[in-house]
């Protein structure tokens, strides 16, 4: 049996480490402390939650949704909505799991450590990818509704996202930022490639978006068939200020190691991670699946015939297919650009897009041999 002397000899390690690590932690910055900082005695670390929590209700509201988005994306015709979606689901996907993952590894381990920051980049690869995707179909989105165009389009947004993401990686594992170091530990949390790489991506991201946002005010609005629905301006300009403020606060920090610096990095990197993917659901895709009433996608530069039936979808003409605009018009171009292409007929134009999209795609029917004998003897008639 040790005496009382002994005892506290025993455990005076013990002591002096905690005592170490406390007062460690007691002098980081808030903002550093919150990127490490675990939930009483578990692995469960705060930014974790934070991250976790908006993503998983995102992710659950999905779920929900899913069987009339699902029905919705059988009905269109156009592949552009499926590109979409798939890109939110796989961003929503991967960010959860990246967070389930970090709480069940241990980050101060080398290979719990290593783990973590391939999953940061993975999330990151998703998110930049959505991103580059989102940009490209905006600018040539005329030309792009059909499979193939679109599969190109993910393939080369994808290596470009796949470059910047084995960089990032490659910084952060092998030349890691001392500013993320957590010397109570001694192991490095993700710090995005270090504030040098942050700072200079970010610059970057801010002038491209930048550039789209006074690109209806230049001469090269000619080349390119930009959107004027007014939520994609307001999209890429709450883009354009969540990477300025990114690099600033990465500046700040690499240059005059102020912690305020890395409150704003924090902040942003929040912001970036919760609320993109939603962001990008909300302006492309919530109006499509949303939508309770029929309302027109496209229209017709020959006339339709009243006689009609309602429950058929009428094809116009051959020499009139020139005249249809794209499926994707509906995530770009107000309603308003239809308005001046309505029917004759003194009726309120139906989209039978979406007036299928309601009901089960196999319950759409053809169009109807009497009704087109009737627009083939009309169209003799007129000549």
């Known amino acids: 049996m040790y005496g009382d002397g002994e005892l506290e000899t025993v455990s005076e390690p013990w002591r002096v480490e905690l005592a170490l690590t406390t007062a460690t932690d007691d002098n980081e910055h808030f903002c550093k402390l919150i990127l490490y900082k675990e939930i009483k005695d578990s692995r469960v670390r705060i930014w974790d939650v934070v991250i976790l929590i908006p993503n998983l209700l995102f992710l659950l509201f999905i779920a929900v949704r899913f069987n009339r988005a699902r029905l919705k994306l059988r009905a269109t015709s156009s592949p552009i909505f499926l590109a979409f979606y798939g890109l939110v689901l796989c961003n929503i996907v991967i960010s959860v799991i990246r967070c389930a993952v970090s709480m069940t590894v241990n980050a101060a381990a080398s290979v719990g450590g290593k783990a973590d920051k391939v999953l940061w980049v993975t999330v990151r690869f998703f998110l930049l990818s959505t991103e580059m995707s989102v940009v490209i179909f905006s600018l040539f989105f005329g030309h792009l509704d059909s499979r193939s165009s679109i599969r190109r389009v993910l393939l080369a947004t994808s290596f470009i996202a796949l470059a910047f993401t084995i960089t990032q990686g490659t910084l952060e594992l092998i030349l890691p930022d001392d500013t993320f170091h957590i010397p109570s530990r001694n192991f490095y949390v993700f710090g995005h490639g270090g504030m040098m790489f942050w700072f200079c991506s970010s610059i970057v991201f801010t002038l491209i978006y930048l550039f789209i946002l006074i690109l209806p005010w230049t001469r090269l609005r000619e080349r390119f068939a930009l959107p ?104 770009y171009q107000n309603h308003s650009v239809y308005d001046s292409t309505q029917f004759d007929t003194g009726t309120t134009p139906v989209n039978p897009l979406y007036a299928a999209s309601l009901q089960s795609p196999d319950s759409i029917t053809g169009y109807s041999i009497d009704s087109q004998e009737l627009h083939n003897h009309s169209n003799g008639y007129q000549q």
Do not use: W
């Not at 990114?246 to 920090?253: D, F, N, P, V, Y």
């Not at 409150?263 to 492309?284: G, I």
């Not at 029929?294 to 051959?318: G, N, R, W």
């Open 228 to 331: 004027n629905r007014k939520s994609f301006y307001v999209y890429a300009g709450a883009l354009a200020i969540l990477d300025l403020a990114q690099s600033i606060g990465a500046g700040l920090l690499n240059y005059t190691q102020n912690p305020a610096g890395l409150c704003v990095v924090d902040l942003t990197a929040a912001v970036y991670l919760t609320l993109f993917t939603p962001l990008v659901y909300h302006t492309f895709l919530s109006e499509f699946f949303g939508v309770s009433q029929p309302s027109i996608m496209f229209s017709y530069k020959t006339q339709v015939d009243d006689a009609m039936d309602e429950d058929t979808v009428s094809l116009p003409h051959q020499q009139s297919f020139s005249s249809l605009k794209t499926d994707s018009d509906y995530i």
